[in-house]
């Protein structure tokens, strides 16, 4: 074993310990237990504390770190916006039967987060957890028209013959999602699949997520306008319910 894959489990090993204690833990509990050497314990205790894994209470016991509550947070948001919005998801997809989604921007890219499958034997797959690059998806457009998501930098991914590879271009048709409030993908992620999104926002009015809508372009070529008013109306009837729940957690 070498001596950098050796560290990682000893810190691998530190950071469960802690994080798994029911309360937290000394160093000296943390030596006792692990049987590591002092000095070993205390600069892999040092590393995971400088990284925010760790952090010590007022007695100078080790407990989990504020990236872990950041990562909690994260999600506990991401668990009630699906929770808020599924009643919009299955209104779409009652009126339009196509397969509905809602995203949120992760790191540099887009992460589908909830679906109402299509009701034709012919629509689009389960995108939940699919990684797409952003700019071939109309969920994609909508992060980065709105700034959600930084926009991309250099040559883009070709997924089509259709694909926006010219940055200039895609710049172009992000001008067009803001005006019109919605975005469109004719075939741009795979031949014969269009995709309509609009923005939700916080209470703060900045986009958090993006709900969707994907099918087949023959069904869905002829309807892009409608779909997209149908997604700017449910979308702003949900940022209204966000900013409702927003404010009756909120500490008076």
């Known amino acids: 074993m070498s001596n950098g894959t050796q560290s990682l489990d000893r810190a691998a090993e530190l950071l469960s310990l802690v994080v798994r204690a029911e309360e937290p833990i000394t160093y000296t509990s943390i030596v006792e237990q692990t049987g590591l050497a002092r000095s070993t314990a205390s600069r892999l205790l040092q590393s995971l504390e400088r990284n925010g894994l760790l952090e ?3 007695d100078g016991a080790f407990r989990g770190g504020a990236l872990f509550e950041h990562y909690a947070r994260r999600f506990d948001r991401v668990e009630a916006l699906v929770a808020t919005a599924q009643p919009t998801l299955d209104r779409i997809a ?3 039967g196509e397969t ?21 034997m012919l629509g689009a797959m389960n995108w939940v957890g699919i990684d797409v690059p952003p700019h071939c998806s109309s969920l994609g457009k909508v992060m980065h028209a709105f700034g959600a998501l930084p926009l991309p930098k250099g040559e883009l991914v070709r997924r089509s013959p259709a694909t926006i590879t010219d940055l200039d271009a895609y710049r172009e048709e992000l001008d067009a999602v803001r005006g019109r409030g ?3 993908t004719r075939g741009e992620l795979e031949q014969g699949l269009d995709g309509v999104a609009a923005p939700v926002r916080g209470d ?6 993006a709900v969707g809508v994907s099918g087949p372009a023959f069904r869905l070529e002829d309807s892009h306008k409608s779909i997209g008013d149908l997604l700017v109306t449910e979308s702003q009837r949900l940022t209204g319910l966000l900013a409702r729940h927003a404010r009756k957690v909120s500490p008076s």
Not at 204 to 209: P, S
């Open 94 to 96: 009652e009126a339009t």
């Open 204 to 209: 703060d009015q900045r986009v958090v997520a």
């Open 182 to 184: 919605f975005a469109i």
């Open 56 to 58: 010590r209470d007022p």
């Open 100 to 120: 509905v989604n809602l995203a949120v921007a992760r790191g540099g890219t887009v992460v589908q987060v909830a679906q109402v499958d299509s009701t034709y």
